[in-house]
């Protein structure tokens, strides 16, 4: 999850016009039949991939497959400089295409080729190559640039967090601006190479696995390196610099576990570690549930007390926040954001107004986890939560599936969407939900989907119509009736584990 740029982005941000998908950018009609198809011109690519919400998000004309993001950081100053090489292929014939990114850039080459350069916008690098760029071409993109990423705002907001000992980036749905040019929505997944100069006796972690151990340099200064094999989503990639204690197991099912914490968390890190150290836990249950995990590493971070306030789904090691660990250990937080690994991650959304998608699933594995803790059932704790919230309640006035571009992460895309999913449970059977959960992150493994498409495939496993469940569960606004549960004597009791859900979700869900 999560945060505040969002509200201020939709005030910010410039429309494009028809909002245009990748590839079609300035597409015209195709020609009368029988006249001569004259030659197109090549067009610009999109400035974005008209995403309901956030339209400028992410850029047409071309596809990344990988990112070699190559940076060096001063903590002291928090200057970062870096070189970004983007291997993509275009969609179409370009004239220019843009990139979405925040810092100074010096320059940019393309197939070896120096390009011009110009800002839009809010966000948004718009590249013209020397040379032309015909669909199907294979580029290479190369960034250099510098910049003072804590003093770089957008609507008075950073992304990036600068601590006492170093820096996080940790965001969404917008975090690559502050650190890498990128084609920055979740459509455009591709892998990663991430290395980091850092003086030396600097931790720096990210996702995935390290290729190399960490290479010393001139200057008393240590290189990290990272990689990640599996399609990520720009917002999910981040980094962690500073005064680490990283901890390295074997899951049980072969996958290395790299897990950090935080040296200024002080008495918090025992709950800290009593958390995050479950990871391998957590997953193996959630594989039972939702499939085979779906990426090459796994672990978490638990972030500086200078840090975020709140938890990130950062593909193969989560990254929290340290108001998780002022009340003690939290499994429930580790859970969710593991959950995300399936639904979030590997499933991820295609339009930012699907949020559900990612939160109320991760928000039930939660209950799933109460119920195999003995902790409170499912059932108990959808009553709970139904009952929590009166029928007055502005709650009710959010539908989860289409909460807004300023309320995507409000409580009631995360409790209403995990109640959406407790009532689907009941509408179709335990042995039809069961089915569909591993048959959805099956069929959409390192892609995209929609609320449509899953409640397409509830519908074949089930054999039912869905039609008038998700539009009263996620599109209307108000408190939908529960047959029975008005007619319970007195409110229901509250499950064991309301108490530790209630003071996640306060961090979680804003």
């Not at 011009?116 to 993109?141: D, F, W």
């Not at 449970?425 to 099956?442: H, N, Q, V």
């Not at 609320?451 to 606004?477: H, K, M, V, Y």
Request: charged share 15%.
């Amino acid at each position: 999850m999560r945060r505040a740029l969002t509200a201020a982005i939709a005030a910010l941000t410039v429309t494009t016009a028809g909002g245009l998908v990748a590839g079609t950018p300035g597409q015209a009609a195709p020609p009368a039949l029988g006249r001569p198809v004259p030659a197109a011109a090549p067009q610009p690519g999109g400035p974005g991939l008209g995403d309901s919400y956030f339209p400028d998000y992410g850029n047409g004309g071309y596809d990344v497959a990988h990112y070699d993001v190559r940076l060096r950081y001063d903590p002291a100053t928090d200057l970062l400089t870096g070189t970004t090489t983007i291997l993509a292929r275009a969609t179409q014939d370009l004239s220019r295409f843009n990139l979405d990114f925040l810092l100074d850039v010096e320059s940019v080459r393309v197939n070896g080729w120096q390009a011009t350069t110009a800002r839009e916008g809010v966000h948004e690098l718009a590249v013209t190559p020397r040379r032309a760029v015909t669909a199907g071409q294979q580029l290479t993109i190369v960034v250099r640039y510098s910049g003072v990423p804590s003093e770089t705002l957008v609507g008075g907001y950073t992304g990036w967090t600068r601590t006492a000992d170093g820096a996080m980036v940790v965001n969404e749905p917008e975090a690559a601006w502050w650190w890498f040019p990128s084609n920055d929505h979740p459509l455009d997944k591709a892998t990663f190479d991430v290395s980091v100069s850092v003086p030396t006796g600097v931790e720096v972690i990210s996702n995935g696995v390290q290729p190399r151990p960490p290479l010393p340099e001139a200057g008393n200064r240590t290189r990290w390196s990272w990689r990640t094999t599996s399609p990520t989503a720009t917002y999910l990639s981040f980094l962690a610099i500073g005064q680490y204690d990283i901890v390295t197991d074997t899951a049980p099912n072969g996958q290395p576990v790299v897990n950090a914490y935080s040296a200024s968390l002080g008495e918090l890190g025992p709950a800290a570690r009593a958390s995050i150290e479950r990871t391998a836990e957590v997953v193996e249950w959630c594989s039972g549930i939702f499939g085979p995990y779906p990426f090459e590493a796994q672990g978490g971070v638990a972030g500086p007390v200078d840090g975020i306030n709140f938890a990130l789904e950062t593909q193969t090691r989560s990254v929290y926040g340290p108001g998780f660990w002022r009340r003690g250990a939290n499994t429930y937080v580790v859970v969710h954001e593991n959950a995300h690994q399936w639904f979030g991650n590997s499933v991820s959304l295609a339009d930012w107004k699907d949020i559900w998608l990612n939160e109320g699933f991760a928000s039930y594995a939660e209950w799933l986890w109460s119920e195999e803790q003995g902790e409170g059932t499912a059932q108990e704790l959808f009553d709970f939560t139904y009952a929590s919230y009166p029928a007055d309640d502005e709650f009710w006035q959010v539908p989860p599936g289409a909460p807004g571009p300023g309320r995507i992460f409000d409580a009631a895309v995360y409790d209403r969407g995990a109640m959406t999913v407790h009532q689907l449970r009941l509408a179709i059977g335990d042995e039809a939900f069961f089915a569909l959960l591993p048959a959805w992150t099956a069929a959409h493994r390192h892609g995209n989907a929609t609320t449509a498409q899953f409640q397409a495939l509830a519908e074949r496993i089930s054999g039912l119509d869905l039609d008038g469940f998700f539009t009263t569960w996620l599109l209307t606004p108000g408190r939908p009736d529960v047959p029975g549960a008005a007619r319970k004597a007195g409110p229901p009791a509250e499950p064991r584990s309301w108490v530790k859900l209630r003071e996640s979700h306060q961090l979680l869900a804003r």
